[in-house]
């Protein structure tokens, strides 16, 4: 598995970047490239010894690789759909499936044998008039999987309650550190846990009974930490799915999300609220809130 090399130590800013490149690489050519600057930039001491064997192991293995196949489009694509994306990690056998099934309108195979998701799985999730992607990542953490994740919003960390926690914690987080993903937003789940502990530092579900998840979907929303809006024409009901925002978003976002060429046409939005001010008319500089109502108007 990836994360079970080590990381070097001293490693410079330069191996870093290839390393990131690597990851995020989108064909053999890329990769190739990456790994052969990876290799450069390596630590050349002793204790970086079995990095760079790593490294020219699977340099060699990508250049001796059938062409033709190893040219071909990656195996999976995954377009961005709704107001963010979750990826699901775990170790084999958590529940990731279960999960996924119990908060979107997948329907994934569970199986209660090993890596039984051999490739990454996706549902979108409703909560509170948005949709949200979630998508399961397999537990054998192949690269494309790894550049799946580099792009998600937020990553829901799937512990088992009848394994060992810690040493699954630290084997995740192991994985996430090696592949620079620990700085994402993580929300530590524990699965197959109807009774919960005092750890607050961890939600505590069942997903195959459904046990917790509308905390978990109010956990992710506020990990999120966006604003939620709903666009709306003159004389409509506001539109649903509503759209999540950066905090601070203008009228401008909005516009920009909704349509590029919305901008160019608009005249101005009214403003629906519960404050006193609701139906006010404002620019596209408009600070939006949560909640808001947009009502746009164009030429
Ligand atoms: N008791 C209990 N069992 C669960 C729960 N969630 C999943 N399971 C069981 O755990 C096993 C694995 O579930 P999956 O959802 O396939 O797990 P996964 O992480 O997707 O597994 P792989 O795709 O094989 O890596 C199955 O037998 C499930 O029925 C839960 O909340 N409670
Ligand atoms: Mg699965």
Not at 234 to 250: D, E
Request: charged content about 30%; glycine content about 4%; overall charge positive.
């Amino acid at each position: 598995m990836l994360w079970v090399v080590t990381v070097p130590i001293n490693a410079s800013a330069e191996y870093f970047e290839a390393e990131k490149r690597y990851l995020e690489a989108k064909n053999r050519e890329e990769k190739i490239a990456a790994l052969e600057e990876m290799i450069r930039k390596s630590p050349k001491h002793k204790g970086a010894h079995n990095l760079l064997a790593d490294l020219k192991k699977r340099l060699s293995k990508l250049k001796t690789e059938n062409k033709s196949k190893a040219s071909s489009k990656p195996r999976f694509s995954i377009r961005k759909e709704g107001a963010a994306q979750i990826c699901i990690i775990g170790l084999t056998n958590s529940g990731k499936s279960t999960l996924l099934n119990a908060l979107t309108n997948a329907h994934v195979e569970v199986g209660d044998y090993e890596y039984t998701t051999k490739e990454p799985r996706v549902g979108m999730m409703l909560y509170d008039d948005m949709q949200f992607q979630l998508i399961e990542i397999p537990s054998s953490f192949d690269s494309e999987s790894v550049g799946l994740i580099h792009s998600c919003d937020l990553i829901l960390v799937l512990l088992d309650s009848t394994r060992n926690i810690d040493k699954q914690k630290k084997e995740l987080m192991k994985f996430l550190e090696y592949n620079r993903l620990d700085s994402k937003r993580l929300i530590f789940v524990k699965n197959k846990s109807k009774v919960c502990g005092l750890d607050q530092s961890i939600v505590c579900i069942d997903a195959q009974s459904k046990i917790g998840m509308k905390e978990l979907k109010e956990k992710i929303w506020n990990t999120l930490n966006l604003i939620k809006i709903y666009a709306k024409s003159p004389n409509k009901p506001k539109a649903i799915p509503a759209l999540a925002l950066k905090r601070n978003s203008t009228v401008s976002d909005l516009a920009k999300e909704i349509h590029k060429d919305f901008l160019e046409t608009f005249k101005f939005a009214r403003i629906f609220n519960s404050t006193k001010f609701s139906g006010k008319k404002v620019g596209l500089d408009y600070k939006l809130h949560d909640n808001d109502i947009v009502e746009i108007h164009t030429e």
